[in-house]
């Protein structure tokens, strides 16, 4: 690597600036406000663990724990790694301070940077952002169901809107651009022998699948059901269903979900094939899919239940559901589907100087202004008017406040306002009530 690359964001890393930024900014506080609806707090974990957590929360057979995950051993010899995903670590939490002791139940939010090496492409970066919530301590199948409409939730207040019908019909404008597919993976009682049944089926069909798929027989043989290469799919369609082997309480525990799903009013399609990428996974998974702007990276969400991990990370049986967002896709859906996330951090008043021996009556009254709430900046650079125009207009200031020789010794200031370009003297004490007058209508 050369001195000048080495100076450069690493492969796979991105830094987040001005509409970047502010999108993943838009995210965070639409996901504080919506789940807050819903009895959740934040949680933040450390972003690197102990390499277990991983290796036994999500599994040692999966693509994740076998070959992308950032592990490092520290100046103590301990093998740590990066976050992949935060359900590991979150629950690793909650056993550590006995959140879900004595039937305890826990409800927390996430958000924050993952890492995973894999090949770099739109939407799937080395350092990625996640948002996501888990639901700590609860059994019933109205715990799912609120899940579910919890994530649906955050994207329809986004502005995404519900398909009715198939995703291949979801590009029409009139038709909505989110997909919710719903299914479910059966439990510990009921699995092993779907496992083992799709096992013999890879193996009987060896010769059709991928190589990747022939070693899955042995591995992880769900897995098989995920592979993108095309004769794979075909040979998977007829694959044995879960359905077919689930036990009488996980086929309750589906229906009574579903019903729940229906009576809110929820679209969604069932599919069998649908069995998300971590081990830890039991009974409801569910995924957000849009319609186009993604390519096959068109997940922009998902998630379920979790009841077997709280004893893989050594605390006792507990059960648990969460879903978690991929921030770069959702931000690549919106953009796709023309949606403009408001940016709340924009500058609204500019104090311009025009007159050098003003300045120092400039700053004070910017000073003033934003102790009485307003998002305002001033020049700080000795600049002409001129540039000052041209900075207030760079930073999208709504008004810009002129202070002059004359209005200074009338008493008051200029307002121009910047969209309709008209300007009236406005004395300095009724200043603020000026700038804040709008502030209800909008
Ligand atoms: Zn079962
Ligand atoms: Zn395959």
Known sequence: MSTKDS????????????????GWDALQQTARRVFARYGYAPVYTPVFEHTEVFARGIGEATDVVGKEMYTFTDRAGRSLTLRPENTAGVVRAAIQAHLTDNG?????????????????????QRQFYQLGAEALGF??????????????????????????????????PDNGNLVLLLNTMGCAQCRPAWRDAMAGYIR??????????????????????????????????????????????CREHFAQVRALLDAAGVVYQLDPT?????????????????????????????????????????????????FAIGAER?????????????????TAVYVACADADLRDTAFLLTTALRAAGVSVVCDLQDKSLKSQFKAADKAGAGHVVII???????????????????????????????????????
């Open 104 to 124: 305890q139940t826990a409800k927390l939010f996430y958000a924050g940077p993952m890492f995973r090496y894999e090949r770099p492409q739109k939407g799937r």
């Open 7 to 22: 100076f450069r964001a690493p492969k796979g890393t991105a830094d987040l600036l001005g509409s970047a930024a502010a």
């Open 404 to 442: 002059g020789a004359d209005e200074d010794a009338r008493g008051g200031v200029t307002l121009r306002d910047m969209q309709t370009k008209t300007e009236l003297f406005v004395p300095r004490d009724e200043l603020l009530a000026a700038l804040t007058a709008g502030d209800s209508e909008n």
């Open 274 to 322: 649908l069995v998300r990428g971590l081990d830890y996974y039991t009974r409801t998974v569910f995924e957000f899919q849009v319609a186009d702007g993604l390519g096959s990276q068109n997940a922009v969400g998902g998630g379920g239940r979790y009841d077997g991990l709280f004893e893989q990370l050594g605390g006792s049986p507990t059960p648990g559901i969460g």
């Open 139 to 172: 059994q019933a199948p109205a715990a799912d169901a609120e899940m579910v409409l919890m994530l649906r939730d955050f994207y329809l207040t986004l502005g995404l809107t519900e398909t009715r019908g198939s995703a291949s019909l979801a590009a029409s």
């Open 330 to 346: 959702t931000l690549l859906a919106l953009e796709a589907a023309g949606i403009i996330l408001s940016d709340t951090n924009r």
């Open 204 to 249: 009987a069909h060896a010769d059709g699948l991928c190589q990747e798929c022939q070693r899955r027989a042995d591995t992880n043989p769900l897995r098989a059901l995920d592979c993108k290469n095309p004769a794979c799919v075909d040979i998977m369609a007829g694959a044995p269903k879960l359905a077919d082997y689930l036990c009488d309480d």
